[in-house]
């Protein structure tokens, strides 16, 4: 049975603070040693924001018939190209403040709701699958990851999909 240390114990407090929304639906991670958990759930989370970058490529470009791969990211307004410290996920269209930095037409609020959405739904997910892993079992990390990865490629065509639909609505 793992026990953490009194000074685990302090960082196991500021994980939930840190992550309240996490912890509330998954309860304290007991088993894993926080700082591997917290490192994953972080990970996860960052890879989320880059993967709704994408979804973002895919709700606008599936339903108009355009290759996901070319050509580059560019405004739906202009199509100027964007380059790339302008496509740095949620950042980006924060700094921009919702506009392209070429002509200024707006950008729609959907491309930061599917990135935080996506980056959030990954660490959830990965906070869900990996809590009360040690690593020292017989069970490690890595018989974990199929449906781990399995349950991220859902929510990904659950987020593609569900944008898809509000873009078919509302434009
Ligand atoms: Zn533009």
Redesign the pocket.
């Known amino acids: 049975m793992y026990r953490c240390t009194s000074a685990q114990a302090v960082v196991l407090l500021e994980a939930g603070s840190l992550f309240p929304a996490t912890t509330a639906i998954v309860g304290l991670p007991s088993m894993m040693p926080v700082t591997e958990y917290q490192f994953a759930v972080a990970v996860a989370m960052l890879c989320g924001f880059m993967v709704g970058s994408f979804l973002n490529v895919v709700i606008y470009r599936v339903p108009r018939g355009i290759s996901v791969v070319r050509p580059r990211s560019f ?1 739906p ?2 199509k ?1 190209p964007i380059r790339p410290l302008d496509n740095i996920p949620i950042l980006s269209w924060c700094l921009l403040r919702g506009r ?1 930095r ?2 200024h ?1 707006p950008i729609s609020p959907r491309y930061l709701a599917v990135e935080a959405l996506t980056g959030i739904a990954w660490g959830m997910v990965t906070a869900w699958q990996l809590q009360g892993i040690t690593l020292s079992v017989s069970k490690s990390l890595y018989d974990h990851i199929p449906q781990l990865a399995a349950l991220l490629i859902l929510v990904s065509a659950l987020v593609a999909a569900g944008g898809m639909i509000v873009d078919r609505v509302t434009s």
């Open positions: 405004c307004a202009c100027a392209c070429n002509c037409a």
